[in-house]
């Protein structure tokens, strides 16, 4: 969702606000974009894809919102649909300092897999300066999919330069993911977008590098976009690109090649989705688990004896079922802060449970694996050591 | 003296066939599944034993169809293909394996992975336990990796012990919780060293989107 997301930051209002004959008048742009190319994502094979995707948007002075959906057709028959919006308001100028307050989420679903979904609250200070600018800001949201869920931050610093038919954004920024059980994965990104425009020729692209990163996948990443409008409503597109994993989006890494047309259906100026958000594969996890479910830890106690511990924060009873009961419902014994614990003599092997939480339904908790049982239901492996 | 051997033989063949009889009736089975599907479940139970095969793993299953109020038929045929699972376990791991390593050989097999697979297995950890292995590899398909991507990289780890193992697990799983695809989470921890070779698959990849 980068194309979202810098279209809607603020710098680029500014820019564009900055860069125009006069004061940004209010706009509503409606497009549909229609491509057809090809994907790789990282875990999968190459293949085909046609893509429909479209976007909405509204700009005011000091406002800007924009949305748009996706569906896309991969050459396996399975497809992708995905949403997104985001919002931004920028504070009058105060001696060439203005804030801003920013939002973006988006939501998507893969064949047979998981809802995956994001969103994230930015605030950012601007120093504005005629023609450029510097900022600096922070971030936090939430990422999801099936069984995941990850706290999401962000620290940026940037800076913007307009000329006549030219833009360009730098931006340093850290983002962290932080999932339920405490595990973390910071990385650093370095990038440079640009648009430049002349007569019915457009180009926009993104040079990024991540130099650091925990999640250990450094490199280079960017994309290049070229437009050429036909008519005042038809523009031809064609582009590439490669992008690495967003912790912050739940998003994997890819590249994408594609080409494609643009219908202006209302207004025909700004532009709210490019091919890599198009393109871009929503995270697919085979079996989701409730955000609710309750989290399994197993641990060593004295005389080979384990300990199992589920954290259940406001339960009033917590029950195992499982291998090692026999399958018979057995009631977990209440500890401080929300945590459940029962202990038992386990061999070394893979076991299967469920459990439940006040006489709800049996589920899978979350460190168990989820499998699909013979009897129409999931099941939790756990591995004993 | 003789007829007292030959009855005393008697008590202890009565003795044996009433001990032989009440082993085959599974007590924890009893109220727990209906009469009709205990006494298949007890016949399976007998062959399994006859065949040196662990029951306590289809008891279990029996346990767990009767605990979801699943229907008899369901019930009676999970224990029939766990069975089935567990010989081929057996068979695959050879001689001298414990009843823990054979039933998460069935496991194994269940998610996907080859008989050859825990042959080798078995074969690289000479002398050692392949249940976590076993284990782990089960585990990783649950993930959503493809079997034979997932049995390639528990072979490439056959020599590190049973912590490698669970930390390899546990790496893969924080990976595709930040976002990384399972095949991408597993890809990256090999590349990343975590086990002995570079391509772990050396087979068919992952499939298309």
Partial sequence: MDGVRRRISAAALLAWSVGAAGPLQAQLTATADAGFGAVEYEGFLGSAALSITPGLRYDARSFSVAAQGAWVLYESGRDLLQGAAAAAWLTPPVGGVRGEVSGFGGIATYTEAATSG?????????????????????????????????????????????????????????????????????????????????????????????????????????????????????AAQVGAGRYLTDPLRGSVAGRWISAGVRLSLWSGRSQVSTPDERLRAAVRLPHPLPADAPELRLADAAFGVRGITLRASGARSVEIAADFTDWQPVRLQSERGGEWRLDLALAPGVYRLNVRVDGGPWIVPRGATPQEDEFGTLVGLVIVR | MLRRVICGSGVLLALALAGGVAQAQEPRLVGRLSDAARAQVDTILESARRDGLPSEPLVDRALEGASKRAPDALIVAAVRRLVEELGAARDALGSGVSDAEIAAGASALRAGARPDDLAQLRARRA???????????????????PPDTAAAAVLAMAETDDAAYLAFRRNVERDVALGATPVAALMSRVAGGETAVADPTGRPGPRKP
Avoid at chain 1, 176 to 205: I, N, Q
Avoid at chain 1, 214 to 226: A, C, K, R, W, Y
């Fill in chain 1, 118 to 234: 994001y969103g994230l609250l930015r605030g950012r200070l601007h120093l504005t300066g005629g023609t450029s600018g510097v900022w600096a800001g922070a971030g936090m949201g939430r990422a999801y999919a099936g069984t995941f869920d990850i706290a999401t931050s962000e620290l940026a610093l940037g800076g913007w330069l307009v000329r006549p038919g030219f833009t360009l954004t730098t931006t340093l920024m850290r983002g962290v993911g932080v999932d339920t059980g405490s595990t973390r994965a910071a990385y650093v990104d370095l990038m440079a977008s640009g648009r430049w425009t002349r007569g019915a020729l457009e180009l926009e692209g993104v040079a990024g590098l991540r130099p650091w990163s925990e999640l250990g996948d450094e490199g280079l990443f960017g994309d290049l976009q070229v437009r050429v409008a036909l008519t005042r409503r038809v």
């Fill in chain 2, 127 to 145: 002398g050692r336990s392949v249940t976590v292995a076993e284990a782990v590899l089960t585990d990783l398909v649950a993930l959503g990796i």
